[in-house]
Every structure is written in structure tokens, then in C-alpha cells.
T-cell receptor
Framework: SQQGEEDPQALSIQEGENATMNCSYK?????LQWYRQNSGRGLVHLIL?????REKHSGRLRVTLDTSKKSSSLLITASRAADTASYFC?????????????FGKGTMLLVSP | DTGVSQDPRHKITKRGQNVTFRCDPISEHNRLYWYRQTLGQGPEFLTYFQNEAQLEKSRLLSDRFSAERPKGSFSTLEIQRTEQGDSAMYLCASSLGTSISLGGYTFGSGTRLTVV
């Protein structure tokens, strides 16, 4: 079963707008990661946030984590057509000895020029 | 190329045939993972190797599936007596870590299996 659930399932915006995707999870985590996947390709790691962190930035990406609500959000600012992809959150469970990732179903982002 | 390589990129097979996929991880990465992804879903964990030892297997990995990582380098995933439900993208990933909180995985581009 999948640990994370992303919301919305699909998001369509115009270039230059901000895109916000949310992720909820069920059990205590060690860290949460966001990945991007272009159609038919492998996943690319975007950013990792640890359970003791609340916010993290990387370029145009901003990730927040609220462990009390078991939720995270990914904000992409000033979106570009090249940001069109599926975005997945993935969790590493607390006390997980092997760091296996559990993925959600993803948010499909479409950025129109 | 220093990324994770998977071969083949695409595989079409008839139901009942056996198939084998190969993954070459980043050379210094000691951890290797196999995931399966069906259309519209996120990747689902199949199995994990640390060096040559297979340390964890998902219940998704039925007895028709077997994975190896001889000498802790490349890995193979074999599916015997394929079924149409095996049609999916098979993703390999590797990472370096002795600590849980190290960085993310590096994924290969995947092998897309179609069982007809």
C-alpha cells in the first residue's frame, strides 16, 4: 500500500504562476522526499526534508513539513513549461532500517506557455 | 555516463515467457532498489540490496520474481512465466548510505515491460 497521497491529482497552470502540491502520509517518518518524473522516464530527486525540519528551499522549490498534521507541500515558483511533469512525494519511515521509500500516486502538473 | 543504467528500455513478451532486466547502479553506491510502476500510480517497492545481500523483499515479489546482485555491482530482475498483470515500468535506483537520512535515490530510466 502507498503511504503518501498527493493533492491535487492534476494541476494545470500558466507559465509564470506558482504551483502548489500537497502530500499527506499516515505513519511517523524519518524524512520526506519529492521527486519529479517526466513522461515515460525515471524519477529525479528534487529535495529531501527531515522530520525535524519545517521548511526547506532549493532554487524555485520550497518544501514545508508539518509532522503534527502528517503533511507536506511543494511550491514551485515562477513555473516554466519545462516544469511539466508528475511530482511524487515519498517517505522514509521512522525506524526503517533500509531507507526504502514509499511513494504516493503523484500530482500531474501541466504548465502552459 | 555516471548515472544508473537499465537495459533494455522496452521489452515486449508473450504471456508465459521469462524475461530478465539488468540494472547498473552508480559504481560507488552500495544500495540498490527495484521498484515497479503501473500507469497512473507511484512506484511500488519490490526489493532492496545492500552490496550483494538482498535484505528486504516486498510481498509484491511473488515466487515468479527473483533478483540478484552478484559481487554487489549490477543487478538482474527475472520474471518467470510472465502474466499480463506484470506489464509495468520496472525502475532501478541506487544510493550511497550508511545513514537513513542521506540524500535521495538516483533512478534509472526504467524498463517498460509489455506482456501480450
Amino acid at each position: 500500500s502507498q503511504q503518501g497521497e498527493e493533492d491535487p491529482q492534476a494541476l494545470s497552470i500558466q507559465e509564470g504562476e506558482n504551483a502548489t502540491m500537497n502530500c499527506s502520509y499516515k505513519t511517523s517518518i524519518n524524512n520526506l522526499q519529492w521527486y519529479r518524473q517526466n513522461s515515460g522516464r525515471g524519477l529525479v530527486h528534487l529535495i529531501l526534508i527531515r522530520s525535524n525540519e519545517r521548511e526547506k528551499h532549493s532554487g524555485r522549490l520550497r518544501v514545508t513539513l508539518d509532522t503534527s498534521k502528517k503533511s507536506s507541500s511543494l511550491l514551485i515558483t515562477a513555473s516554466r513549461a519545462a516544469d511539466t511533469a508528475s511530482y511524487f512525494c515519498a517517505t522514509v519511515l521512522m525506524n526503517s532500517g533500509y531507507s526504502t521509500l514509499t511513494f504516493g500516486k503523484g500530482t500531474m502538473l501541466l504548465v502552459s506557455p | 555516463d555516471t548515472g544508473v543504467s537499465q537495459d533494455p528500455r522496452h521489452k515486449i513478451t508473450k504471456r508465459g515467457q521469462n524475461v530478465t532486466f539488468r540494472c547498473d547502479p552508480i559504481s560507488e553506491h552500495n544500495r540498490l532498489y527495484w521498484y515497479r510502476q503501473t500507469l497512473g500510480q507511484g512506484p511500488e517497492f519490490l526489493t532492496y540490496f545492500q552490496n550483494e545481500a538482498q535484505l528486504e523483499k516486498s510481498r509484491l515479489l511473488s515466487d515468479r520474481f527473483s533478483a540478484e546482485r552478484p559481487k554487489g555491482s549490477f543487478s538482474t530482475l527475472e520474471i518467470q512465466r510472465t502474466e499480463q498483470g506484470d506489464s509495468a515500468m520496472y525502475l532501478c535506483a541506487s544510493s550511497l548510505g550508511t545513514s537513513i537520512s542521506l540524500g535521495g535515490y538516483t533512478f534509472g530510466s526504467g524498463t517498460r515491460l509489455t506482456v501480450v
